[in-house]
């Protein structure tokens, strides 16, 4: 069972979870994310203390501290009745802040932050929340143990951000931890996100990252699901954010899953899916504040709707960029020389197109683009390339469905669909998987185009 920040926001919503886990007489393991918000304001103050005066940082990790020790401390007393369990959580939690204090002056004095620094300090968010948790837990009469992800057995490489897995050693190492706790029917609440290095250096999996915790962890405990817990009822049909009418989709596959979590359902981590599909375990997804509602199964069975299309989704914060004059003639295999550097580098190449004699375009996230455009001016330009063009302001719209690459005129009624709204498509992928085809617009057009598609495909046809 795996609850998201959204479903630990504050005391109230914690005794939920606790009441939650309680009623699931099951067998399993809990991985909780870092409270609401809670991540984003690691990430602001790291970003933002280092680029400060350092006669000022003192003043400001202060005041970040007080902040975050007042926030933790008040929910825990909220929610820990058991006096004993209480202070004993207050003091973990003052150790951790206290610990949490130190490196933000030391990041702020050195003027330093690297990532492998960055994801120390992300890591404070769940392992405060994941002591409020167990303490809760534990004071309703629960045998918990709290557990960061490292101590439940997941190993990553070192690249700090977006590490990960081991899965040669993970394979063992979580059975290893996990089983006998659950044997002698204790149970193991774990940290989503955070894992470590080899060395035992905490690293984390990427933004999002507690639901892979979760299907890791079932996988190698060969569990009968995972569930996901969060803040709406399933998988919708678009962002419940951006159109209220989205609807929830009760079954859905796997592929279908991933390829809308890959580009832009935040729901759902796309990462996550592999492992469950590996051992084919399903995935539900439900709401901590509606339990009655069914949610969403992720399974393997696919099934065509009549309209093919399932789902429509949206990615912000993505960038273009745009090779022209490539001596692919040449210099042979430059696509693969690029993709090649830009991968080892951990670039992740999002989209691919308009790729001809002489012209390549790509699509990466905003956060990729100057270390992209470093090592296209250091290795390629002037060689091998001779104009680069950055396109910002864009999103990457997708529509998904399983039957979508094998039904005929359907990717002609969705351009059709964009056109009639008069926007303009920027970019079209290739190699777009059997289930989805995704395409560029600007991102002032996304959200009209997003409504459009939902509007013609999936509301006209449920009528
Ligand atoms: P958690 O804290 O539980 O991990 P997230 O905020 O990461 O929750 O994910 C839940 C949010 O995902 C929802 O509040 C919703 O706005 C957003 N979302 C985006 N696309 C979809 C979709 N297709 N279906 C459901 N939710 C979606
Ligand atoms: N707390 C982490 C984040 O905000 C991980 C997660 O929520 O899944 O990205
Ligand atoms: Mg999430």
């Keep these: 069972m795996k609850f998201g920040g959204t479903s630990i926001g504050s005391e109230e919503q914690i ?8 009623n699931e007489k ?31 940082v003192d003043k400001e990790v202060d005041k970040f501290y007080n902040e975050i020790l007042s926030l ?43 990532p492998r620094s960055l994801d120390y300090i992300l890591s404070f968010g769940e392992r405060f929340s994941v002591l409020i948790l167990a303490g809760a837990l534990e004071s309703r009469g629960i ?9 439940a057995g997941i190993i990553t490489d070192s690249n700090f951000g977006l590490a990960r897995p081991i899965f040669s050693k993970i394979k063992y190492s979580i059975k290893e931890r996990l089983e006998p706790m659950l044997k002698r029917g204790i149970l193991p609440v774990v940290t989503g996100f955070i894992a470590a290095d080899e060395k035992g250096r905490i690293t984390t999996l990427g933004r999002g990252g507690s639901d892979y915790t979760a299907s890791l962890i079932a996988r190698y405990l ?88 399932k789902a429509v989704t949206m990615a912000k914060d993505v960038s273009i960029i745009n090779l022209r004059g490539l001596g692919m003639a040449e210099t042979p295999n430059i696509a693969g020389r690029l993709f090649s550097t830009l991968g080892e580098k951990n670039i992740n190449i999002i989209m691919i197109s308009g790729s001809s004699e002489s012209n390549l375009s ?25 104009a680069i063009e950055v396109l910002n302001d864009v999103c990457i719209i997708t529509v998904v469905g399983v039957g979508m690459a094998g039904t005929k005129g359907i990717a002609a009624k969705i351009f059709q669909t964009v056109a009639d709204n008069d926007v303009n498509i920027i970019m079209i992928a290739q190699g777009s998987s059997e289930v989805n085809i995704s395409f560029i617009v600007r991102e002032e057009d996304g959200e009209k185009v997003l409504r459009a598609l939902h509007n013609r495909f999936i509301e006209s046809s449920t009528k």
């Design 143 to 151: 045998r918990v143990k709290a557990l960061t992800g490292f101590e």
């Design 362 to 386: 790509f699509v990466i996230r905003n956060s990729d683009v100057e270390r992209t455009l470093d090592l296209l001016n250091d290795k390629f330009i002037g060689s091998d390339i001779k």
């Design 15 to 22: 005794s939920r979870v606790v009441d939650l886990i309680i």
């Design 26 to 56: 099951r067998k399993k393991v809990v991985v909780v994310s870092a409270m609401a918000g809670v991540t984003d304001k690691l990430l602001y103050i790291s970003k933002h203390i280092v680029d400060l005066p350092v006669s000022i």
């Design 72 to 114: 933790h401390k008040s929910t825990a007393r909220g929610i820990i009745d058991n006096k004993r369990l209480l202070n004993n959580t207050l003091n973990k939690i003052d150790e951790l802040a206290e610990k949490l204090r130190i490196t933000l002056l030391g990041v702020g004095y050195l003027e330093d932050l690297s």
């Design 222 to 309: 060969n569990a009968e699901e995972v569930q996901i817990w969060t803040d709406v009822d399933g998988i919708l049909t678009t962002d419940p954010k951006i159109v209220k009418s989205a609807k929830l989709i009760p079954e859905i596959s796997y592929i279908e899953a991933m390829d809308l979590a890959y580009f832009g359902a935040k729901v759902i981590h796309s990462k996550m899916i592999e492992p469950a599909m590996d051992a084919d375990i399903p995935v539900r997804i439900k709401n901590t504040f509606n339990p009655e509602c069914e949610g969403t199964l992720i399974v393997s069975r696919q099934e065509k709707v009549e309209s093919v299309v």
